[in-house]
């Protein structure tokens, strides 16, 4: 059996080991340093515009929110309901 060219090149393409678009996370979690902290870190201004006024949270010097990591499953969440995307450093 053989694939028309068009579906040969769709399926190459579709099974290539290059992505054409990149992942972007609105926030990243990190150890904060302190025992059972973590911090958000906000990549871009709808994410921080998102924790210090919607999500209601502190911003550190650094620019991060402490985040006990007893609530980091409700963090990520809220911040998928808000259509933002967490990544796990």
Do not use: K, W, Y
Request: net charge negative; hydrophobic share 45%.
């Amino acid at each position: 059996m053989t694939l028309s060219p068009l579906i040969s090149g769709v399926f190459s393409l579709c099974t290539s080991s290059r992505s054409f678009m990149s992942v972007t996370f609105d926030f990243t979690l990190v150890s904060s340093g302190v025992p059972g902290m973590s911090l958000v870190m906000a990549q871009n201004e709808e994410a921080f515009e998102t924790i210090t006024g919607e999500f209601d949270m502190a911003v550190i010097a650094s620019g991060g929110a402490p985040l006990d990591n007893s609530r980091l499953s409700d963090f990520v969440h809220l911040a998928e309901s808000a259509h933002l995307a967490c990544d796990f450093a």
